[in-house]
């Protein structure tokens, strides 16, 4: 059997070809010269293949004369680290208590490896990323977390000591800014100093939505293990408005983990952003699916 093409199957390919872009163009107008924050998660770091295609995007994105900024996680592979060197990861409400030791961890992989493993990603696809955390130039200044949490048996309310836990309060564009102008990618993790003088570790969701509302970015994507919000029948809801959104929490359909991740996206859309989508970060070329086609891959919540 013969592998050659016919000029018929070769016009079929490039009419196939042609039309993805024509369809593709007018969303990569919208675009041009807009800020896109795409928050990358950990969960959705963990294969070889899933992750060259993501480098692919932020790249194409780049070259369709997008600013892309990434930031990124690291939940999973702080874990292993921690196991690793024998620290036992100590939980208060479901969530990490990070004491002096543990931050230092945290530095050393959110802002070491992971962050030089994907700016690598980035690079081989032939664009110029940089690796970034907080603390560069000043970018974002923390201060100490304050979480609540509610016993289920008891009823008692009570505040979680998580040690060096921390919520972005200041955050200066400078940096990124002068960034933008020299054609760079930054890529951010989300580690930041304290007027204190002490290094926080922040959650990646909250950290990415404060430099997307800091920069008034058109898009904020959440790259999730999740292909979005879910109506009650299990279906995806393709757009969803911030009261809309409200109600459904209200009433339940939204519930669980979705909860907190809405309420990320409702926050970042009040800090400035113009729009919010949860996406499923294990699909590859999701976020050229979501930024350059008609109906997008996820959820997008919008003011």
Not at 119 to 135: F, Q, R
Not at 150 to 157: C, F, L, R, V, Y
Not at 164 to 184: C, H, I, N, Q
Request: charge should be negative; glycine fraction near 12%.
């Amino acid at each position: 059997m013969s592998d050659q093409i016919t000029a018929e199957e070769l016009n079929d390919r490039f009419s196939h070809d042609a039309g993805i872009l024509a369809k593709a163009l007018p969303y990569m107008q919208r675009y041009e010269g807009k800020t896109v924050v795409v928050k990358y998660g950990g969960h959705a770091m963990g294969n070889p293949a899933l992750g060259q295609a993501f480098a692919r995007d932020i790249a194409l994105l780049k070259q369709s004369k997008v600013n892309p900024i990434v930031v990124h996680g690291g939940g999973p592979q702080i874990g292993r680290m921690l196991e690793s060197m024998g620290i036992e990861s100590k939980f208060e409400g479901g969530l990490r208590v990070t004491d002096q030791r543990t931050v230092e961890i945290v530095e050393m992989v959110l802002a070491g490896s992971i962050n030089k493993e994907i700016v690598a990603l980035i690079n081989a696809e032939g664009e110029w990323a940089i690796g970034l955390c907080g603390k560069d130039g000043n970018m974002v200044f923390a201060k100490k977390a304050e979480k609540t949490f509610k016993d289920p048996t008891s009823n008692i309310e009570r505040v979680l000591d998580l040690g060096f836990v921390g919520e972005p309060v200041e955050v200066d564009r400078t940096l990124l800014d002068l960034l933008a102008r020299s054609e760079m990618i930054p890529v951010i993790a989300p580690v930041a100093p304290g007027r204190d003088g002490h290094t926080y570790n922040i959650n990646a969701d909250t950290f990415s939505g404060a430099i997307a509302g800091s920069l008034g970015a058109k898009r904020l994507l959440f790259l999730t293990d999740v292909p979005g919000v879910l109506d009650s029948a299990g279906e995806l809801i393709p757009e969803l408005s911030a009261r809309q959104a409200r109600q459904l929490i209200a009433d339940g359909t939204i519930h669980g983990g979705m909860i907190p991740k809405v309420e990320t996206c409702l926050d970042a859309l009040e800090r400035g952003v113009e729009g919010v989508a949860i996406l499923n970060g294990k699909m590859p070329h999701v976020v050229l699916i979501e930024l350059f086609t008609e109906h997008g891959a996820g959820t997008l919540i919008v003011r």
